[in-house]
């Protein structure tokens, strides 16, 4: 599937806290080992309902490679560290949603610390650790990560500095107090990026290329080294190049069932760049669609260009267009920005903002 069609339309609509930017991250590494031609597994501990399992299964030839998914799903009675909840049946309607069925996939459905990594047959190129969160379990699947991967693999752990999960710092640090060779090289959004030694040097490199500075751009990033563990690591920032204040002089609105209309919205531009809607810079006045209960039940809407270019600091009205609401209720409309392709506003840092409406 082309990437970024993936990242439009299916990441952000499988439930799950993997943040976008996160995901943007994972995609940079992989494509640095697609540059070096790293062949290898995937790994993954801690599935729940896929967010993370669908990008990681878009890296994969599935010519060469494995998909490897391992989560105890419905036997949450070992689930120890009470983080998450997986379910094996959403988790495969999520991904026949986006994928119908693949053949590259092996699931383990059982506690990370029952896995015997001694059966795979390729050394795992991408390690991601996203299950328990207690110390022990994260130590544990340090150390099958450490077993299985190659020279040239990237291990990745989850929620590191969440501080509602200290047992995942307490595990990191245990097992880098071991002197293993693996070094932290990365810290992302929510995500620690670690490499082997071995492989360091190159990493390091690569992300003092235009390769990187491009990718920082084109996501509205920013970066800035720091010491840690010994260790130089790039912390990478959301920059908040786009960013916009937004308001409406209503609150709410009463709509027909089935007719379209628009709502005028104020937008200060509070970017240092032009907001504008041309043919190589896609920015629109959007919406997500939410029920009462604030679920989201329509991502992408129609967008709204700018007709005019709305310099650094300036007010514009924009008569934000509605698609036609086909069924009676409440919903939210969650206004906000798109840079099609790129990014979204709210990403960013920037505020949505929020409408309600009665359809009848
Ligand atoms: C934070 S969620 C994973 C989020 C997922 N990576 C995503 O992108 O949405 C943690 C998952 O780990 C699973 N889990 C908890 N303890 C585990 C263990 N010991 N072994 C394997 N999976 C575990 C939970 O069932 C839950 O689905």
């Given at each position: ?7 439009e339309k299916h ?17 940079f590494f992989?494509d640095?080992q ?5 062949k290898?597994d995937i790994?993954e501990?801690g599935?729940?309902y ?8 878009n890296?994969?030839?599935p ?10 799903f419905?036997d949450q009675?070992l689930n120890i ?9 959403i988790?495969m309607k999520?991904?026949e949603r ?15 610390q029952?896995?015997?990594?001694q059966?795979?047959?390729?050394k795992?190129?991408?390690f ?19 077993k299985s991967?190659s020279?040239f693999?990237?291990?990745v752990?989850?929620?590191?500095f ?6 995942v ?9 071991n ?5 932290p090289?990365t810290i992302?959004f929510?995500?620690?990026f670690l490499v082997r030694?071995?492989?360091l040097d ?6 003092g290329?235009?390769?990187?500075s491009d990718?920082?751009?084109r ?6 080294k ?6 130089d690591?790039?912390i ?10 937004l308001?409406?002089e209503k609150e709410?609105?009463e709509?027909s069932c089935g007719?379209?209309y628009s709502?005028?919205i104020?937008?200060?531009?509070l ?7 041309t043919?190589?810079?896609?920015i629109?006045?959007t919406?997500?669609?939410?029920n009462?209960?604030m679920?989201t039940?329509?991502w992408?809407?129609i967008r709204t260009?700018?007709s005019?270019s ?6 514009s009205t924009?008569?934000?267009e509605i698609?036609?609401l086909m069924e ?6 969650e206004v906000?920005?798109?840079?099609e392709?790129?990014m979204w506003f709210?990403?960013g ?8 409406v009665?359809?009848k």
């Amino acid at each position: 599937m082309d990437i970024e069609l993936f990242f439009e339309k299916h990441f952000e609509t499988t439930d799950g806290d993997f943040h976008i930017l996160d995901g943007r991250l994972f995609q940079f590494f992989n494509d640095f080992q697609m540059i070096l031609g790293i062949k290898g597994d995937i790994f993954e501990i801690g599935v729940h309902y896929g967010r993370s399992a669908l990008l990681l299964a878009n890296f994969i030839d599935p010519m060469n490679e494995v998909l490897h998914l391992n989560d105890i799903f419905e036997d949450q009675y070992l689930n120890i560290s009470r983080s998450g909840h997986g379910s094996y049946h959403i988790f495969m309607k999520n991904l026949e949603r986006v994928f119908g069925k693949i053949e590259f996939m092996k699931i383990y459905k059982t506690a990370s610390q029952f896995l015997n990594v001694q059966e795979l047959e390729n050394k795992v190129r991408f390690f991601h650790i996203d299950g328990g969160h207690s110390a022990d379990e994260t130590l544990n699947d340090l150390n099958l990560a450490l077993k299985s991967t190659s020279e040239f693999a990237v291990i990745v752990v989850d929620d590191v500095f969440n501080r509602y999960w200290p047992g995942v710092v307490e595990g990191l640090m245990k097992f880098l107090s071991n002197h293993p060779p693996v070094k932290p090289i990365t810290i992302g959004f929510n995500k620690v990026f670690l490499v082997r030694e071995e492989a360091l040097d190159s990493y390091i490199r690569h992300l003092g290329s235009d390769t990187f500075s491009d990718f920082l751009v084109r996501h509205g990033l920013g970066a800035q080294k720091q010491i840690w563990m010994g260790n130089d690591v790039i912390i990478i920032e959301s920059r908040g190049m786009y960013q916009c204040e937004l308001g409406s002089e209503k609150e709410h609105y009463e709509l027909s069932c089935g007719e379209g209309y628009s709502f005028p919205i104020k937008l200060k531009n509070l970017s240092s760049v032009p907001l504008e809607t041309t043919e190589y810079k896609k920015i629109y006045l959007t919406y997500h669609l939410l029920n009462a209960q604030m679920k989201t039940i329509s991502w992408d809407n129609i967008r709204t260009p700018f007709s005019d270019s709305i310099k650094p600091g300036k007010v514009s009205t924009i008569e934000l267009e509605i698609d036609p609401l086909m069924e009676k209720g409440e919903f939210y409309i969650e206004v906000d920005c798109v840079y099609e392709n790129v990014m979204w506003f709210k990403d960013g840092g920037s505020r949505t903002l929020l409408i309600g409406v009665e359809v009848k």
